[in-house]
């Protein structure tokens, strides 16, 4: 066992590296592979490496620099990206519409297990969406759904009613939910009407990106704004991206749950709720425990005791997709392959590097936490998590492959937990 890899893992993680070692031990064991840790410690040195030789950096700079010129990359890739797709405004619903048109056309539409639109509209006719109403005009539900998308008011449902009575009086609802209420039928992807702009800014500014899904609905939606930041059209295609591939996972968790009807609620429920086990486990004699945490715990406690325990992550597993769907979609844009191809398999990398107080920072080479760092760059905030969790995923995939942790995702997510 290489002391130094052990290190540096738990470094990067931020685990107890005793913890990292005995793992290592008890995978060993498990699968007869060997020297996974020096392996995947020596990939990410390597990767490293080659990323800021191409950024034109070396191990001797700083962390700020590091940071800056991976923004500096993001800003050139999006708007190389913007360039290579005629310029389209992020504000403009056609614009959206354009450019959902050419993912779709490089992803192809999903079919999954969703809410028939009939029980959707039962909802809220049980539970009129009163914010909803009074901002349309509509003097009852029953006018609303005939004159407007269903998937439209879904989708406002977020940013238009507030959160105590989505809770308390519209989402209890879905306890009564059985396999009758589903259907199989595509992923839909809508870009919403101006309309619901004004309504939608707080919520813009809270999530700082104009996209998000139902995941029960099977609804990807754009609300056509800008926030005004840099790598605005490459934060919006990388986040469809995502959410493409993290519907339909949902979805096929649905199917699998309607097996078992007198749990079908509880479990849908369960998982648009994003449950993950709050209580430790006893590690068993000889194996390794993991969780599945379906969400970033990091953006509500960084020190979460669960994010330095073994986990595999549907969310990194996501953006793994979606980040290498967006290297193909730049090489069916006048080969903007080159460009993009900079950030495939770097998910899990990140190093540390000094700063101007020469202490040692943490520097993710993530996509996503770069994309996202933008968004917070004035107060230099840097976003960790994604990388983070994409290398617990690293560590589970070299033992057991991409099938393997695309098996136990979907197998354990309900139960939060397995060995091995």
């Not at 700020?64 to 310029?87: N, P």
Request: proline share 3%; with cysteine.
């Amino acid at each position: 066992m290489n002391r130094e890899s052990i290190e540096k893992i738990s470094g990067v993680l931020r685990a107890d590296r005793d913890d990292i070692a005995q793992l290592e031990r008890d995978l060993g064991e498990a699968t007869g592979k060997m020297g996974v840790m020096s392996k995947i410690a020596e990939e990410n040195g390597a990767r490293v490496d080659d990323s800021l030789r191409r950024l034109g950096l070396s191990r001797k700079s700083s962390a700020r620099e590091v940071y800056d010129a991976l923004i500096s990359k993001i800003e050139a890739d999006d708007h190389k990206l913007a360039e290579a797709m005629g310029m389209p405004d992020v504000s403009d619903a056609r614009d959206c519409e354009m450019v959902l048109d050419r993912i779709e056309k490089a992803v192809g539409k999903s079919d999954g297990y969703f809410l028939k639109l009939e029980k959707a509209e039962e909802f809220l006719r049980r539970k009129p969406p009163r914010n909803i109403l009074e901002y349309l005009g509509y003097p009852s539900v029953d006018e609303m759904i005939k004159n407007e998308d269903i998937f439209e008011i879904y989708s406002a449902l977020r940013f238009v009613e507030n959160r105590e009575w989505m809770n308390k009086e519209f989402l209890p609802q879905y306890r009564a939910l059985a396999p009758a209420d589903f259907e199989d039928r595509k992923l839909t992807l809508r870009v919403l009407d101006k309309k619901w702009n004004e309504k939608a800014q707080e919520f813009l500014h809270k999530k700082w990106h104009n996209i998000s899904h139902l995941k029960e609905l099977g609804v990807v939606f754009i609300i056509p704004s800008a926030l005004g930041i840099s790598g605005e059209l490459l934060r919006m295609i990388s986040l469809v991206l995502h959410y493409i591939y993290e519907v339909p996972f949902y979805s096929g968790l649905f199917r699998k749950s309607a097996e078992v009807p007198e749990l079908f609620s509880e479990h849908v429920i369960s998982l648009l709720r994003g449950d993950v086990i709050d209580r430790r486990l006893a590690k068993p004699e000889g194996k390794s425990l993991w969780l599945v945490v379906q969400r970033y715990l990091a953006k509500e406690d960084p020190y979460d005791w669960r994010l330095s325990v073994p986990h595999i992550s549907p969310e990194a597993y996501h953006w793994a997709r979606a980040e290498k769907t967006l290297v193909s979609l730049g090489d069916e844009l006048d080969g903007f392959e080159e460009d993009l191809i900079f950030w495939l398999g770097l998910g899990w990398v990140g190093d540390y590097f000094k700063d101007d107080a020469g202490s040692d920072v943490l520097v993710s080479f993530d996509l996503v936490d770069t994309v996202m760092s933008l968004v917070k760059r004035k107060e230099l905030i840097k976003y960790l998590y994604h990388q983070q969790e994409a290398l617990w995923n690293k560590i589970f995939t070299e033992y057991f492959g991409e099938d393997g942790l695309e098996h136990f995702l979907k197998e354990y997510l309900l139960q939060g937990y397995f060995e091995v």
